[in-house]
Structures are given as C-alpha cells and as structure tokens.
C-alpha cells in the first residue's frame, strides 16, 4: 500500500553560514554599483495622466522580457525582469509613477496608478529584439489604452479585459512591428483577449509609426486562446498580418463555458494518478505515484498507455516548458526528471536542494517551482540552470499544488491548513488567499478567464474560485475518491485525477452563442496564400491549423470575412469546414 505524502517526512541538513570577509562587505556594494551603471536600461517616459507611457531601450535584446501586468486592482505594473533596470533619465516618480527601489537606475519595476479613466491611453514601445509580455490586465477604468511597439514581439499572455465599462471605450488596438503573439509560450496557453463591447484589432505588421504595414510580421492566436467581443460592428475582430496563425483549439468571436457535470474519462491504466500536463499537441500526460510512471493519453483518445517506465521515485508533479521538455517531481528521492522533448527516457535534471516536491510550474519567462512538501517551501529553478534555490521559506504547511493565474501571481497549496496562498510578482512572501470552504486540497489550475480550480482529496470535490475573488464555491461533486489533480487542455476541457480509485473525470467545455458582429481575417501581403483548415505548420498567409471554421463564429447577421479586396493568392479549404451561425455570411475575397 501507497504511503501518503503527507506521513514521509525527514530532517534537513543543519544550516551553514558561511562568513564574509570585511574586504568582501566592503568591495560588494561597489560592484553593485558598477553592475547598474555597465548594464543596458530601459527608459520609461510618462509625463502626466493622460499621456503616452513609452519604453524605449537602446540595445537589442538587452531585456529580453518585459512584462506588463495589473497584479493589484486599477495598479500598472512594469516588470523588467531580475538583473535589469530602469535607465537614470526615465521620468521620476509623481503622478501615479513609482518605482520599487526608490529610483529608476535601481529599480526592476514600476507602477502606475490606474485609479481614473484613461490613465494611460496609450503604450508605445520601441524593444529590438525583446519581448513585451502583456498578461492579467483587468481594468474597468479604462486607464491601459491602446498599445504599438515599433520594434520587438508582444505576447498577450493570460487574460486581458478591457471592457471599460465606466467611460464606454472598450476598443483594444494591439500594433507589433514584429511578431504579436496571443498566448503563453508553453501550450495549452489559456489566453483570453475580452473587450466587451469594444472591438479588437490586432495587427503583427505595421511599420515603426504604427501605421500601414511592413509585410514582416506573424499574428498567432496560440492553440486554447480565446479572442472575442461583444461589438456588432461589420469588422468588430480584424485579425491581420503578412502570415496570420490560428492554431487547433483557438476560439475567435465566442466564448467557451466550462459545464458542471463530470463524466468518466479513464477507468484503467493508472495507478494512484496525480498531476496531469497537455504537450502542444493536445496529448495528456498523467503522474502515476503508485507505480512510479508516466502515462500518455493521445489527443482525441481516451486510453492511457504507458510513457515513461523507469527512471521514476514517487512522481508527483508534471510540467511541460516552451521547448516541449517534459519534468517531473519526484517525492521519494527529492529530484526532478527530465523528459526531453521527442524522447521517454527520464534523465536527472534537479537533484539537490529539495525536499518531498510535488507539483511544478513554469513562469512566463521559463523559470521553473517546485513545491517542497517536506519542509514546507518553494523552490526556484532559473530558466537555463538546473539549481534549486530557496523561493518561498515560511507561510506554507504541507504544501502540494501549486499554478500562475494571467496576472503572473503565483498560488500555492497548504493542504495542512486548507489555505491558498497567493504570491505576488517581484515578491517571495506567501500571503493568504483562501482561507475557507477547502478540505485538505491538492492541485489547482486556472482557465482562460482566469478562473482558479482546487481539487480538495478529502472533500470529494472540486472548488472554484472566480476570477477577482477569493471566495471558494463548489464547482462540481460526483463522490470523488480523493481529487488530486487539475489540469484543462486547449480546448477549455476540464480534467480531474481521482487518486484512490485510479480514474480520471472529464467536464467538458462548449462555445457559447457567438457575439462578434463581423470578424476579418487578412494577410497584408496580397499574393499571400490562405490555407483554411491546413495541417501543416505555419506559412506565408492564413493558416487555420486544424481549427475547424465552427471555431471562428459571428452573429447571424454578421460577416465572416477571409481576405480582402486586393488577395491575389489562393485560397484553399482543406480539412475545415466552412460552417457559419445560420444567417451570417461567408465572405472569401
């Protein structure tokens, strides 16, 4: 019989200080300051509310991500990423602008307050080689308008609502003179772009000015995205770029509501099943503490076959990163495995300074935690390394589950204390989130709404926490034998282990009626092909990967519009469907 996690505790090593030197004290803050005045810096303009707010940096590639997020209400924040800084002629701090340390040239972050309509119309970036990261922006002020980089990627990651409601302008205009991405970098990826009654016009092409277009750049709706509106307008989404990419799975012009009823999904194969990963092809992976394996369900089957077969001490935790790399916790020697992508073979990868990990997740910039149930911490694993160091040292209690909601806080699991903690960006201090309705909870996991999930292995159920909320409801019941782990593939489909009675339960997802009026789909490149339901990866002009055309919807009275007046390239219907609500029309240019 399988031991539980929560009986198989050590003793740590006792602590170590290790002593500097005076000439070390003293030569340190020196080289601290030498570090801020050699490195590459972002300068930050922003002269009153109301204005533009830019980020300009000089040297391509310096700051490889920057990222934008609204971790605490009506709160813009400005995350330059560890090791980097604002540069000394950024604008100071007044008028809603603050930064974390004080000033800019000794400063990773800054906010601004959104706390009035249109704070900050509009974002102008010029980052050569970076990436903008935009994710969790909640904003019913109005006070984040529209946003143009001149140079560098954007990716929207997580959930991005705009509606506005207060001042009525909900209108999102995203313009990348690259690449503009909706969607994290690991897949399923779970964005969702919602402006309510304003429209969305996202173009991956437009020269530095923002304006016309240089025919470069790739728009991708990554594979679980959701982009929709409310507006009835004839071109309420226009999606545009010299090569546009929706992938499987992606939604644009309705939402996805998750049901309430759970199904049986798998009732052979598993053995005390645990967490759960989707790769970007849709294949499900699930941990199987009791017989140390991994085993992968194939996209579109519901049969566990086995994956990995050895190599394996207790597995827990599952996660995949950009690269498709798969990792694994394992409790019963404190390691984490590595999976390379294309491969079975589970190879060392972390193989000290943890203590019982359970689950894992990925940050927007790769680098990887894992809870330590042992000693009640989190660990970090820098994107590119393979060393743990202590992340969160106090606040937990018999920690197991662990996820990033779209804003970029992470959560953690106490199951001792039937508490979720909530870390937030740039910080390391677990503060209470729930502190009620859980009964020794394990896994979590959020949808594309933001929408956080908790499987409680006493309760028999699964809890739901809404988006802005840290009220805990019950979202589904079914005599479940001990919930333990929570995952949702691309689709919104939802998914739940059941450890004791090795079984997996499915609540499915469907689209709900669609609202955008008008929806226009174009590359800027008139000779370029468009490709409707074509399988193969990504190429010049439109390519719905093996999205169906049911996964781009409009009102009955709306428009469906591929191409347009100047498309000189083929256009071809593959494996799609060329199916639209009844009324609406299909236009093909």
Do not use: C
Not at 68 to 89: V, Y
Not at 208 to 235: F, H, K, M
Not at 403 to 408: A, K, L, S
């Amino acid at each position: 019989m399988n031991s539980r996690p929560w009986l198989r505790k050590f003793l740590g090593m006792p602590f170590q200080r290790h002593a500097l030197t005076r000439k070390g004290r003293w030569a340190r803050p020196q080289m601290e300051m030498l570090e801020h005045r050699l490195a590459p810096a972002v300068q930050l303009l922003y002269t009153a509310p109301g204005s533009t707010l830019s980020l300009t940096e000089g040297m391509s590639g310096a700051t490889p991500t920057i990222t934008i997020s609204e971790p605490t209400a009506n709160l813009l924040r400005i995350d330059l990423g560890a090791g980097n800084h604002f540069d000394p002629t950024s604008t100071g701090a007044a008028m809603g602008l603050t930064y974390s340390s004080g000033t800019p040239a000794a400063s990773q972050f800054a906010t601004v307050d959104l706390g009035r309509p249109d704070n900050v119309p509009n974002l102008a970036t010029n980052l050569a080689g970076d990436t903008l990261v935009i994710g969790g922006i909640m904003d019913s002020l109005g006070g984040l308008g529209n946003v143009t980089a001149s140079a560098g990627t954007i990716r929207v990651m997580g959930l991005l609502d705009m509606s506005h409601a207060s001042v009525g302008n909900g209108n999102v205009d995203l313009k990348a003179a690259g690449d503009l991405i909706v969607g994290g970098p690991v897949i399923p990826s779970s964005a969702l772009l919602d402006t309510g009654p304003g429209t969305i016009a996202l173009a991956a092409d437009v020269n530095a000015d923002g304006s016309g277009n240089n025919g470069l750049g790739t728009l991708t709706v990554q594979p679980g995205s959701v982009v929709v509106s409310d507006n009835a307008g004839s071109s309420a989404i226009t999606l545009r770029g010299a090569t546009v990419h929706l992938g499987p799975g992606a939604s644009v012009g309705a939402r996805r509501m998750l049901g309430s009823t759970a199904t049986s999904f798998l009732t052979t194969g598993l053995s005390n099943p645990v967490g759960m990963a989707f790769d970007a092809s849709g294949n499900l992976y699930v941990a199987n503490y009791g017989s140390n394996t991994v085993s992968k369900v194939a996209a579109g089957t519901s049969t566990a076959t086995p994956f990995i077969t050895s190599g394996l001490s207790g597995p827990m935790g599952l996660a995949f990163d950009a690269s498709g790399n798969l990792y694994v916790a394992n409790q019963n020697n404190s390691t984490v495995s590595k999976v390379a992508a294309g491969t079975s073979t589970a190879t060392p990868f972390v193989t000290s300074g943890l203590s019982g990990p359970q689950y894992l997740a990925f940050d927007a910039t790769g680098n990887l935690y894992v809870v330590n149930y042992f000693n009640n911490t989190v660990s970090k694993v820098a994107a590119g390394t393979s060393t743990a160091t202590p992340f969160v040292t106090s606040g937990l209690s018999e920690p197991i589950g662990l996820g990033f909601d779209p804003g970029g806080n992470l959560y953690v699991v106490s199951t001792g204390t039937n508490i979720v903690s909530k870390v937030a960006p740039g910080s390391s201090t677990a503060i209470p989130f729930i502190t009620s309705g859980l009964n020794r909870p394990w896994g979590l996991a959020f949808d594309a709404s933001g929408n956080m999930y908790v499987a409680n292995f006493f309760g028999g159920n699964v809890t739901k926490v809404a988006a802005g909320s840290s009220t805990a409801t019950v979202f589904v019941t079914g005599g479940f034998n001990s919930p333990s782990g929570v995952a949702f593939d691309a689709n919104g489909n939802f998914y739940l282990t059941t450890y004791h009675d090795d079984k997996m339960s499915e609540v499915t997802a469907q689209l709900a009626s669609p609202v955008a009026g008008g929806v226009v789909i174009r590359s800027s490149l008139p000779d370029r092909p468009i490709l409707v339901g074509d399988t193969s990866s990504p190429v010049a002009g439109i390519n719905l990967g093996s999205a169906e055309l049911a996964d781009i919807h409009t009102t009955a009275t709306g428009t469906l519009t591929f191409g347009d007046d100047s498309q000189t390239g083929d256009i071809t219907f593959r494996t799609a469907r060329p199916a639209t609500t009844a009324g609406a029309t299909l236009l093909v240019k």
